[in-house]
């Protein structure tokens, strides 16, 4: 079946401007995950859904970020007044639920702010 | 605060040699722990965990509480193996985002 899906693929804005990110999840996954990958970094955590609420937002860097997710399915990630180290590429993931279900990747969205 | 570490940024075998990824973690508690591969121009996706105790692709993982470590071996590389592997660890017990490292990218040569 279909795998996570994330648009756009690539997005390229100006320093201060507003950006949303959207993730597909898998069909029927009830947790939903956003990570943000820097060059020659592995993944970092950024907040995790269970359903349409937000069970851990700890690794939200501050608060230009926010993440919804209004009918369990659909997420959107929002960065306001975006700065040049928000660049980065935006991993989503979903799994089937909590409790280290295996998490399966979207292919990300490649975020350049000049 | 949980972390892990992989030293190597870079590593290069024959096909045919055995390979080792390095993978040490951080944390007082039971973590999970996970390996997960992107080959060229594809998604990030699981090899193996640790509780499942598999062999995937060749590669198996065993999780050492008392050195803290998680490393990652085959013991014959093939070309296709080539890729970046990230170890990631979990706290589990709720808590389900995943903890990664900086990843060591493998390079078998023919």
């Known amino acids: 079946g279909a795998g996570v899906s994330q648009t756009p693929s690539n997005k390229v804005t100006e320093k201060g401007k507003y950006v949303e990110l959207r993730c597909d999840p898998i069909?029927?996954?009830?947790?939903l995950y956003w990570y943000r990958q820097s060059l020659g970094q592995g993944p970092e955590f950024l907040i995790y859904?269970?359903?349409?609420?937000?069970?851990?937002d700890s690794g939200l860097p501050n608060d230009r970020f926010f993440a919804v997710r209004p009918e369990g399915s659909v997420s959107t990630l929002k960065i306001q007044r975006t700065e040049r180290g928000d660049s980065a590429v935006y991993l989503c993931?979903?799994?089937?639920?909590?409790?280290?279900?295996?998490?399966?990747f979207g292919p990300g969205t490649r975020l350049l702010v000049l | 605060a949980q972390r892990v570490t992989q030293p190597e940024k870079l590593l290069s075998v024959f096909k045919g040699a055995p390979v080792e990824l390095k993978c040490n973690y951080s944390y007082s508690g039971s973590p999970e722990l996970f390996w997960y591969v992107q080959y060229s121009r594809q998604r990030l996706q699981l090899l193996l965990r640790h509780i499942s105790r598999e062999s995937i692709k060749g590669f198996t993982a065993d999780l050492n509480k008392g050195e803290t470590s998680f490393h990652l071996k085959k013991p014959f590389a093939q070309e296709e193996d080539s890729a970046m592997y990230y170890c990631a660890l979990s706290r589990g017990g709720g808590s389900e985002k995943l903890v990664f490292g900086k990843g060591t990218k493998l390079t078998v040569n023919p």
């Open positions: 859904f269970q359903g349409t609420g937000a069970a851990d």
């Open positions: 993931a979903s799994s089937r639920g909590p409790f280290m279900e295996t998490q399966y």
């Open positions: 069909s029927g996954h009830t947790a």
